[in-house]
């Protein structure tokens, strides 16, 4: 079992309300054995799931198996003195990112009208509104994870600066084209299909988007060029403030973030 312990695992929840746990468990080893050591070692976690397959579909979903504990897989998961309540068998959201989004939420200026896509279960939203006096629009196609954001929404009494919407990004902007200071698009898988979407819902055309891109060495410049390219297209400028690794799928496969600094390019 020694090696076993090295191999890694997401909890999610807390140590006072439970927590469950999420593994990957290589061939060769009995998955059971590794559920049953992890309870040992975190006696608050209620439940642990199997990675079965890859995230799949408009909604993010990963296949979790129970290996051991409550089907009761629902959670409150605590993250820099606000809460966040999912259940991560019908929602996505990811632990791991925790310190991203603190990240983002230094960034943002008092005042500020943020736009933020695939709003999931409201992390990103969440995190700034608890720290900064904004107001900020949230959309997400998945409507669990609506519910859940707007459960959130409440638990945090961020109510009167955060809005849920449920919808498709494409339908739902076009309404509130030209009405944000900031936009930030969390999906690094397809995420550039919607860069026109985030440029035109800038007012004025200027403002910062952050933008998330998934690749291999070559995705920072993959990702700048896409971006480029439509503001460009747009009659925008597009200039890179800081590039960020965020995290690691497989081997030489990143998650990243380009801030961009959006003008128009006559002003440039």
């Known amino acids: ?13 807390s140590r006072e309300t439970g927590a469950v746990a999420i593994v990957e468990v290589p061939e060769g080893i009995d998955p059971t054995e ?3 050591e992890i309870r040992r070692r975190h006696p608050h976690v209620r439940s642990v799931l199997l990675k079965a ?5 408009d909604y993010r979903i990963r296949p979790l198996k129970l290996l051991a ?30 310190s991203e989004r603190q990240m983002i939420a230094d960034l943002v200026r008092d005042g500020e009208r943020i736009l933020v896509m695939f709003a999931g279960v409201g992390p990103y939203a969440i995190a700034i509104a608890v720290r900064k ?10 409507p669990i994870a609506v519910r859940y954001f707007q ?5 945090n009494k961020v109510g009167y600066k955060v809005f849920p919407i449920e919808g498709d990004v494409s339908f739902v902007t076009p309404a509130m084209y030209g009405k944000f200071d900031r936009v930030i698009m969390p999906l690094p898988k397809g995420a550039y299909q919607f860069i026109h979407h ?11 988007i952050h933008f ?16 480029n390219e439509k503001a460009h297209s747009m009659g925008l400028s597009a200039t890179p403030l800081s590039m960020r690794r965020v995290s690691s799928y497989a081997p030489r496969v990143y998650k990243i973030r380009i801030d961009f600094l959006v003008r128009p390019a006559s002003l440039t």
């Open 198 to 208: 985030a440029l035109r819902s800038l007012k004025k055309g200027q403002g910062i």
């Open 151 to 155: 459960e959130n929404v409440r638990l």
């Open 69 to 98: 504990g409550s089907e009761q897989t629902e959670v409150i998961h605590k993250e820099h003195g606000y809460r966040i309540k999912l259940d991560p068998r019908v929602v996505y959201f990811s632990p791991r990112e925790s």
């Open 212 to 227: 998330y891109y998934w690749g291999g060495e070559n995705a920072f410049s993959m990702a700048t060029s896409l971006f």
């Open 53 to 57: 397959g890859s995230r799949e579909g």
């Open 34 to 36: 590794v559920a049953e």
């Open 133 to 142: 006096e904004v107001e900020i629009v949230g959309i997400e196609i998945n």
């Open 1 to 13: 079992m020694g090696s076993r312990l090295r191999i890694p695992y997401d909890l999610i929840g």
